[in-house]
Nanobody, 118 residues
């Protein structure tokens, strides 16, 4: 059974940083592209960043968010810097591809809350 478990969310002040982790089990991480999405209250889920099996990355905000992976640890990371209140959302990890389209991912985690105070 595939499981993706996010961690590292929390409350941070504007301008601060957080690093989210996504621990995968039940799959061979190196076989999958991985992505991060987020959903704020009352809004649709939106793309944050993705990383291909070969390590190529894509990000909606390259200057602030960086995705990386450690296949040996079966973990994907999202480094978030210079956080803004509008970054407040539940952040989800997904496995399947390295696209910006959520419909192309096969597996999803339960999400971790990130709250940025002003």
């Amino acid at each position: 059974q595939v499981q993706l478990v996010e961690s590292g969310g929390g409350l941070v002040q504007a301008g601060g940083s957080l690093r989210l982790s996504c621990a995968a089990s039940g799959l061979t991480l190196s076989d999958y592209g991985m992505g991060w999405f987020r959903q704020a209250p009352g809004k649709e889920r939106s793309f944050v960043a993705a990383i291909s099996r070969s390590g190529s990355t894509l990000a909606a905000d390259k200057g602030r968010f960086t995705i990386s992976r450690d296949n040996a640890k079966k973990t994907v990371y999202l480094q978030m810097n210079s956080l803004k209140p509008e970054d407040t959302a539940v952040y989800y990890c997904a496995a399947g591809t390295s696209s910006g389209s959520s419909s192309l991912y096969n597996y999803w985690g339960q999400g971790t809350q990130v709250t940025v105070s002003s």
